[in-house]
């Protein structure tokens, strides 16, 4: 089946230390995204990619980094620079056609404790 | 700088009572907007593109319009399966910037 997999589904987190959210898609699509999701925030870019090896910060990328070495794979790490990390992390693909729509894997529930 | 506005936050309907969420949004250009599905603690699932003003789409019994400011989102006869939150995103026409801007989502609950 194709689609966008995302793993872990829950994840804890001690404050000072980093982590890496996966994000694979097998539906041959250029561009990927992540998003971060908190009650009545809706949804907020945090980073995106439109070709291997190339990405653009979007509005809220202070804390995170990414790297597109893979058509397939986008990881997100969540620094120790990230003050408020508690949050929904969603990834979404689609392809580089202009107004096509974007697919989203199941998230990422990141927790500091 | 793309904004997008749904209306209203929250709504309760009983089970068989139509209505209408609303996106309205303002955009150098709209070359799409989306309408999406969201069950809790799950990703958004797609549901609709609309493309231009005038634009009509339907599944089952939602119906997705748009016009040049607003896109409204039609519920016909809601069952109580149809609770979900419903979110609203644009992309502009601005060259190469691929970038969805999204809506704070529209949580709805469907009373039996």
């Known amino acids: 089946d194709g689609g966008i997999t995302q793993s872990p589904k829950y994840l804890f987190r001690k404050e000072g230390q980093n982590v890496t959210l996966s994000c694979e898609q097998n539906l041959n699509h250029d561009a990927m995204y992540w998003y971060r999701q908190d009650p009545g925030q809706g949804l907020r870019l945090i980073y995106y990619s439109q070709i291997v090896n190339d990405f653009q910060k979007g509005d809220i990328a202070e804390g995170y980094s990414v790297s597109r070495e893979k058509k397939e794979s986008f990881p997100l790490t969540v620094t120790s620079a990230q003050k408020n990390p508690t949050a929904f992390y969603l990834c979404?693909?689609?392809?580089?056609?202009?107004?096509?729509?974007?697919?989203f894997g199941q998230g990422t529930r990141l927790t500091v404790v | 700088e793309d904004q997008v506005t749904q209306s209203p936050e929250a709504l309760r309907l009983q089970e068989g009572e139509s209505s209408s969420l609303n996106c309205s949004y303002t955009v150098s250009g709209l070359r799409g907007l989306f309408w999406y599905r969201q069950d809790p603690g799950k990703g958004p699932e797609f549901l609709f593109t609309l493309y231009s003003a005038g634009e009509e789409k339907e599944k089952e019994r939602l119906k997705a319009t748009l016009t040049k400011k607003e896109s409204f989102l039609h519920i016909t006869a809601p069952k109580p399966e149809d609770s979900a939150t419903y979110l609203c995103a644009v992309q502009a026409d601005t060259g190469a910037n691929s970038k969805l801007t999204f809506g704070k989502g529209i949580t709805l609950s469907v009373r039996p």
């Open positions: 979404a693909s689609r392809t580089s056609n202009r107004g096509t729509e974007a697919f």
